[in-house]
């Protein structure tokens, strides 16, 4: 069946607010490189391969004091039956047909058939659009071919995206055009919560992604590594809470990452784990936890990152389940409930340095469990932003102390005082009569789980640090 762009849920919040400029041609024409520049820095994968950006990326940028939606759209060619390939048309064509200004990409010394059609399509369709002609490196940036004129197009701007070479007046150009258009606000967006999806490939993620937002951001197939940047977009809730979500590139093994452009995709991911707030890490019934994952979750605890376990796909588990069910007069959740227990055992035996962290059951595809999941991280964020005092801490301390002393050498172990030294990563530094080294590792994990447990610490991983405190003389 032959998809339409009608047919197609899109997000149009963001391009009612901004003044939206689309970066718009065939593949390996330099847009991605276009993109980083106007960001000042790099936000989209530069790659020599075409058909690296598949999905729109999307950022607000500020020139000036003018905000701007920029996207980056993937590199498409018209005639292609891909399947994967249409839909990346299709998001594409969509901002093509949206934006404020097109800018319109071609090669100075290569013009295609694949650019006419290009610019056809452009000229049909989209609201305005310049050329822009890059890897117009050298004395004379200015010097087209015929080709180039023949195109037609009034505006033109020669530009080396790789050396940054008339970027500036670029900027110009769009800054004018944007503050003499009627959409040209300055709009303060809300503080949000920024919430990155990560796992393995083909566990579903881009799913998760659209079905959280109730459209269609990203690109969805069977086909591993089609997510390639993390894609960033805003989900807010009913209250007036905002996430920022980002959907990452699947993660593999080292040993299974056969091209450059994945290990700059799965570097990426990473990365958007260091920035966030919270990440949903998303696994599968089937497999459950592999040594991949592990290696995912080393990441979320070492950079102290709220930290969700979403195990992913359950409607295939209810189906099951279903179909053996022996009483028809016990409800599937009863069978469910009883089935996710198990699982949820089996993963903390499979991984028990993290049977502190929440374990969701979810199907993305069928739209269960996906109000527990965002309700979970807006109350897991705001956990992690609350303040302790020093006073209550000192209470919990002591109660800890009262609750299981320990004998180290001839004495006890004298927990004098507690603070909190680090809310991301948590960290608590107590001081204590005794040489950090003397302390037992299951003590320190004892007050770690007393910790958790009395100050709702739940999905949050805690370090404790302890010093002896030096004698006065």
């Known amino acids: 069946m032959k998809k339409n762009i009608e047919d197609k849920k899109f997000d149009r919040t963001l391009l009612d607010k901004y003044f939206t400029v689309v970066l718009a041609g065939r593949p390996n024409v330099g847009k991605s490189t276009l993109f980083n520049a106007l960001c000042s820095k790099r936000i989209a994968i530069e790659f020599s391969k075409p058909g690296t950006t598949r999905d729109p990326v999307e950022k607000t940028v500020r020139i000036d004091e003018t905000d701007i939606l920029l996207v980056d759209t993937g590199g498409f060619e018209f005639q292609s039956h891909d399947p994967l390939y249409i839909d990346v048309g299709l998001k594409a064509k969509f901002y093509i047909q949206n934006a404020d200004l097109v800018l319109f990409m071609v090669e100075k010394d290569k013009i295609i058939d694949e650019d006419l059609a290009f610019l056809r399509y452009i000229k049909r369709y989209s609201r305005d659009y310049i050329l822009v002609i890059n890897k117009c490196e050298g004395k004379y940036p200015e010097l087209f071919s015929k080709d180039i004129y023949q195109l037609g197009v009034p505006v033109m701007f020669p530009i080396s995206a790789v050396h940054r070479e008339n970027i500036g007046e670029l900027e110009d150009f769009i800054l004018n055009k944007a503050n003499s258009s009627l959409k040209s606000k300055k709009i303060e967006i809300p503080d949000s919560i920024k919430l990155t999806i990560v796992g393995r490939p083909n566990t579903?993620?881009?799913?998760?992604?659209?079905?959280?937002?109730?459209?269609?951001?990203?690109?969805?197939?069977?086909?591993?590594?089609?997510?390639?940047?993390?894609?960033?977009?805003?989900?807010?809730?009913?209250?007036?809470?905002?996430?920022?979500?980002?959907?990452?590139?699947?993660?593999?093994?080292?040993?299974?990452?056969?091209?450059?452009?994945?290990?700059?995709?799965?570097?990426?991911?990473?990365?958007?784990?260091?920035?966030?707030?919270?990440?949903?890490?998303?696994?599968?019934?089937?497999?459950?936890?592999?040594?991949?994952?592990?290696?995912?979750?080393?990441?979320?605890?070492?950079?102290?990152?709220?930290?969700?376990?979403?195990?992913?796909?359950?409607?295939?588990?209810?189906?099951?389940?279903?179909?053996?069910?022996?009483?028809?007069?016990?409800?599937?959740?009863?069978?469910?409930?009883?089935?996710?227990?198990?699982?949820?055992?089996?993963?903390?035996?499979?991984?028990?340095?993290?049977?502190?962290?929440?374990?969701?059951?979810?199907?993305?595809?069928?739209?269960?469990?996906?109000?527990?999941?965002?309700?979970?991280?807006?109350?897991?964020?705001?956990?992690?932003?609350?303040?302790?005092?020093?006073?209550?801490?000192?209470?919990?301390?002591?109660?800890?102390?009262?609750?299981?002393?320990?004998?180290?050498?001839?004495?006890?172990?004298?927990?004098?005082?507690?603070?909190?030294?680090?809310?991301?990563?948590?960290?608590?530094?107590?001081?204590?009569?005794?040489?950090?080294?003397?302390?037992?590792?299951?003590?320190?994990?004892?007050?770690?789980?007393?910790?958790?447990?009395?100050?709702?610490?739940?999905?949050?991983?805690?370090?404790?640090?302890?010093?002896?405190?030096?004698?006065?003389?």
């Open 204 to 473: 579903g993620k881009s799913t998760l992604l659209n079905s959280l937002l109730k459209y269609e951001k990203a690109i969805v197939s069977d086909i591993p590594g089609t997510t390639r940047d993390s894609i960033e977009a805003t989900l807010e809730l009913d209250d007036g809470t905002v996430f920022t979500i980002i959907d990452t590139a699947g993660i593999r093994k080292k040993s299974k990452v056969n091209e450059d452009l994945e290990y700059f995709s799965i570097k990426r991911s990473f990365a958007a784990i260091d920035e966030s707030d919270i990440v949903i890490h998303l696994i599968e019934p089937e497999s459950l936890v592999t040594a991949q994952d592990k290696k995912i979750s080393d990441r979320i605890i070492q950079n102290g990152k709220g930290y969700i376990l979403a195990v992913n796909k359950i409607d295939m588990i209810c189906k099951n389940l279903q179909d053996s069910k022996p009483e028809k007069s016990r409800s599937i959740s009863q069978y469910s409930h009883n089935e996710f227990k198990k699982l949820e055992n089996i993963i903390d035996q499979q991984f028990p340095h993290i049977n502190y962290v929440k374990k969701i059951f979810i199907s993305a595809k069928e739209d269960i469990n996906l109000d527990s999941l965002i309700l979970y991280a807006k109350d897991l964020y705001y956990r992690i932003k609350s303040e302790n005092k020093t006073s209550q801490l000192n209470k919990i301390l002591q109660s800890i102390e009262d609750k299981k002393p320990i004998l180290i050498g001839n004495s006890f172990l004298n927990m004098l005082y507690m603070i909190e030294a680090h809310k991301v990563p948590r960290i608590f530094k107590i001081f204590t009569n005794k040489d950090p080294s003397q302390i037992p590792s299951y003590y320190q994990q004892y007050i770690i789980n007393e910790l958790r447990e009395q100050l709702n610490l739940e999905s949050i991983p805690v370090r404790i640090k302890f010093e002896k405190r030096k004698k006065e003389k």
